[in-house]
C-alpha cells in the first residue's frame, strides 16, 4: 500500500474544512479524518472537579470525550480563528465561550489544538487550554 503523503498545506486546509464544519454542527466529516489509532491528549483537571482526563483513542474515544464534555459543558461559541501549519503538524488557535452545567458560570478561553496528521489522517490532537478558569467556573 503506498502512503498518500500530504502537505502542510493540504493539511492546514482538512483542518480548517473539519473544524469549520464541526463549528456548524456537522461533527461527521471530523469523525471521518480520524484514524483508527488516533489518540486526543487533554489537560490535567483534578478528579474530584471534573473527570474528563485523557487520552482517548480512536472514534470512540473521541465520541467519549465529546460526550462528556456535553455533560459538563453548553458550549456557546467555538470559533477556529488561526491555522498555522509546517510539515505534519497544525496548529489552531481558537475561541470558545461555555457554561458550566452544574454551576451556570460562563468561561471565555483562547485556546490551541496540535494536531498531527498521517496520511490524510488526523492521529494525534493535544489540546492546551485555559484550566485555571475553567476549573473557577467548576466553583460554586
Known amino acids: ?8 498545506q493540504e493539511n492546514k486546509q ?3 474544512k473539519v473544524l469549520n464544519d464541526f463549528a456548524e454542527g ?6 471521518n479524518a480520524l484514524a483508527e489509532d488516533m489518540v486526543l491528549e487533554t489537560a490535567k483537571y483534578p478528579q474530584d472537579i471534573l473527570k474528563i ?7 470512540e474515544g473521541m465520541l467519549e470525550f465529546l460526550g462528556l ?16 501549519a509546517e510539515d505534519d503538524k497544525v496548529i489552531v488557535l481558537l475561541y470558545e465561550k461555555a457554561r458550566v452545567k452544574s454551576t451556570g458560570k460562563e468561561i471565555e478561553q483562547d485556546f ?13 490532537c493535544k489540546l492546551v487550554e485555559d484550566t485555571y478558569a475553567i476549573l473557577e467556573a467548576f466553583k460554586d
Open 26 to 31: 456537522n461533527a461527521d466529516p471530523f469523525l
Open 69 to 84: 464534555s456535553d455533560q459538563f459543558f453548553e458550549v456557546l461559541a467555538f470559533e477556529p480563528r488561526e491555522f498555522i
Open 14 to 16: 482538512l483542518i480548517q
Open 1 to 8: 500500500k503506498k502512503e498518500k503523503t500530504m502537505s502542510a
Open 112 to 124: 490551541v489544538q496540535i494536531w498531527t496528521l498521517r496520511d490524510g489522517k488526523i492521529v494525534h
Open 53 to 59: 482526563d485523557g487520552p482517548y483513542q480512536g472514534k
